[in-house]
């Protein structure tokens, strides 16, 4: 079966996140998030799976390669101009014009059963099945209204507070038959939810909708990102330890994924459900806390503590810091006496004086560098790195 993943966006408002990696690549679990998608849709099946890139392409087709190593094969196709959701899968049609094929976002993460969806698309016979969940506020997302049939009648993009006529929202998971590119323009940007849907309805054309069991969120805002790691951390199997560590006398309870050469310090203690990468060095007296992921090459100094946070490779943290529900990217430089507040991002290469305060959801663009004792409340931008938004 094949699939189609679209990773063209610019991540807009995961910035500063995506400044160094598109948002198919921002790691969960220390791994590039849509590594975790090919691996689902090849366990269910899709190994025959197209790539539209934009913004920083080149990164995820050097990350995933032709898909071997995870047992699929990649073809990958870059949009030179901004084309849209349908217009992006429209300039990929040479790959998929034999058979129905599904349609992801590069930034989903789930455990769908998508082989359900793809054998419901097969045996009914619209166009076009879109993956549906019920939700208590889907203002920001494309909702449908659906009969006992399973026939979309209304679909509306993002409605406003007066317009939530269902709260089955859509995934932005699709099945199409290869039909559909004859509805879309060449070389011209066109929407799935914005311009196929709609026009199909008009023009008495069926799509049908689908209620998908399992977890699916797609990684669009800092919020979301927080929560795709918790369920993913979750899902971690019991008191898995992978890799070869060293400890004095650590207290450690899982479950807990370890990396090779992970050194940690004496009385310190890990709460799992934690990851941590390849080469990290444990302080003494360090508390790591549930629901944190540490990268590879990070250093924590001694009696730091780590709440629900996710630091990426190469950071490193000085003494008696407290980073509390934060999100830190690769490279940055914490110092002593730091305390980053609940909800902070921080990009990469940051550096950060001693016994500065980063106030609870603040964030912190590429290659800033904060002085000592600072007291930090709002954004702090990098002129150098653009700041125009186009919402993806
Ligand atoms: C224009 C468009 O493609 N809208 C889609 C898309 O929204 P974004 O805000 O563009 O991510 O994905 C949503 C699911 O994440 C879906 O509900 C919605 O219909």
Redesign the pocket.
Known sequence: MKACIMCG?AGTRLRPLTFKHPKPSIPILNKPSVLHLIEHLSREGFNEIVITLGYMGELIEEQLGDGHMFGVHIDYVYEREKL??AGGVKNAEAYLKDEPFIVL?G??VLNLNLREMYRFHESNDAPVTIGLISIDD?R????ADMDINNRIRRFL??PKAGQIFSNL?????YVCDPLIFEWIPRHRKF????DLFPWMLEAGKKINGVLVRGQWT?V?SSAAYRQAQRWMLDALPGTTIEGHFTTRNARIRGPLSIGNNVCIGSNSSLVGPIVIGENTIIGDNVLIGPYSVIGSNCIIEDNAKILSSYLFDNVSIGKDSNISGGVVADETVIGDHCFLENGTVIGHKVIIGNNSTIHSGVKVWPEVTIGENSNIKDIVINPDYDTAHD??
């Not at 920001?140 to 909702?143: A, M």
């Not at 929202?169 to 998971?173: D, L």
């Open positions: 966006g849209g959701t976002g930034d989903h889907p920001e997302f494309g909702i993009e993002k929202a859509s995934t932005g998971i929407d799935f939810a914005k797609d669009g919402g993806s």
